[in-house]
């Protein structure tokens, strides 16, 4: 065996970049006192009673493999929900897939989708996974960069300019991580008219879906013409507040969940039992609970933004999920050194806008998804912080607030 290891490494793998979010995760472990606002996480445990229906499960010797695709029950439920919340129908036996997190949904949907070299548009700022995995099933990602000036909303016309020969799909994420920002049913049907024009697929990232404040959040697949084109991702982890519990879903016409089942078989074989049955329940009964986080962030957000505006760095308000993604040009500080310099003199842990496409550079990405004492605090910091490098606006802000 030779003795430089990198000599057997892939050279895919040798060009994947670690993640930027969790880096200053890491980083911010390691210090005392820090809040952090960094990863995208609610801070509300899971519910009890979906707990409760894991924990029965297992009690009640449940213990074995479920179908590749996951509990029919439970898929049964996913169809209703989907059905019911968004418009959209799904054959519970042959159209829905229970995966490990939205993320290994969307993994699988580009190795089912992608031939070497195909094109997918990927609407930056965006999650930091999305071109990792376009590469990783042998595709090209390319970026399709939006700015503050409307909201970080991407127009039909960047779109199709973005377009060549080899574009396979687009990936949609909406309301959007890093910006929160969402699109409206009129907004998307003219995005629609070029995915048709150009005869693209669409995998469409709706893992925030419940977290959509303004508007009745809009599913791609139910805008007409578009639900044989669309592979729709969502999952429990942000809504049902259920990150560690790694389920997702996808639902898709059943030539592409069969040929995705296929991937799936082979890679994973299938989502843990226990949790499948805690998200039966978790569909069942726990809606109220949903509404009264939405609503928690609805009102963390309002704070936020208008917080941020009064100290001095310019946000606009997002639609959505639970981030806010102001500007820290004033301060001449690139976004890493703005991060960096935060989290040593003030310990409050943010994530920089550039790790979510060159178009995120001059941002920073706060999640609000923790406690009101803790957001009030961390930017009575981030003011003290702004005060250091000459930006002092607005009044003080005071704890109680």
């Known amino acids: 065996m030779k003795n430089d290891v990198a000599h057997y490494i892939s050279q895919t793998a040798k060009e994947l970049q670690p993640s930027g979010i969790r ?5 911010a472990a390691g210090m005392k006192d820090v809040i952090s606002l960094g990863v995208g996480e609610p801070d509300f445990v899971t519910p009890w009673n979906i707990r409760e229906a894991a924990i029965l499960s297992l009690e009640q010797g449940f213990t074995s493999y479920t179908a590749n695709a996951g509990l029919l029950e439970l898929r049964e439920e996913i ?9 959209v129908s799904y054959d519970a036996k042959n159209q829905i897939i229970v995966t490990v ?5 969307i993994d699988i949907a580009f190795r089912a989708i992608l031939n070497q070299g195909d094109e997918v548009l990927i609407v930056e700022p965006a999650f930091v996974s999305y071109a990792p995995l376009v590469s990783l ?4 990602p390319i970026a399709v960069s939006t700015s503050a000036t409307n909201g ?15 574009t396979k799909a687009i990936l949609l994420c909406f309301p959007n991580n890093p910006t929160g920002t969402s699109l409206n049913k009129a907004e998307l049907m003219e995005i629609a008219k070029i995915i048709e024009k150009h005869d693209l697929l669409v995998v469409s990232d709706e893992i925030y879906a419940e977290l959509s404040y303004d508007e009745t959040f809009t599913s791609f697949a139910a805008i007409p013409g578009m639900y044989e084109r669309t592979i729709l991702i969502n999952g429990f982890s942000k809504g049902f507040a259920m990150t560690g519990w790694r389920l997702g879903m996808l639902a898709a016409p059943k030539e592409f969940v069969e040929a995705m089942l296929k991937i799936y078989q082979y890679t994973t074989l299938c989502a843990p039992t226990m949790l499948q049955y805690g998200a039966i329940e978790a569909l069942r009964n726990t809606y109220h609970e949903v509404e009264s986080m939405q609503r928690s962030y609805r009102r963390r957000r309002n704070y936020v933004v208008q917080t941020l505006n009064t100290i001095g760095l310019d946000c606009h308000t997002p639609g959505g999920a639970f981030y806010v993604f102001p500007s820290i040009r004033a301060t001449g500080l690139t976004s890493v050194q703005f991060a960096e310099e935060l989290l040593i003199q003030e310990k409050v842990a943010v994530v920089p806008g550039n790790v979510f496409g060159e178009c995120g550079e001059g941002y920073i990405r706060c999640s609000y998804a923790t406690s009101m004492p803790q957001l009030q605090e961390a930017l009575k910091r981030m ?11 607005g009044e003080k802000i005071e704890q109680n607030s």
């Open 101 to 105: 997190g939205a993320s290994q949904a």
């Open 79 to 87: 169809s209703a929900y989907l059905g019911t919340r968004f418009g």
């Open 383 to 393: 003011q003290r912080f702004l005060e250091t490098k000459g930006i002092k606006r």
């Open 23 to 27: 880096k200053f995760f890491d980083l």
């Open 137 to 140: 099933a042998g595709g090209k």
């Open 152 to 166: 970080f909303k991407v127009t039909p016309e960047q779109i199709e300019q973005a377009i060549t020969e080899k």
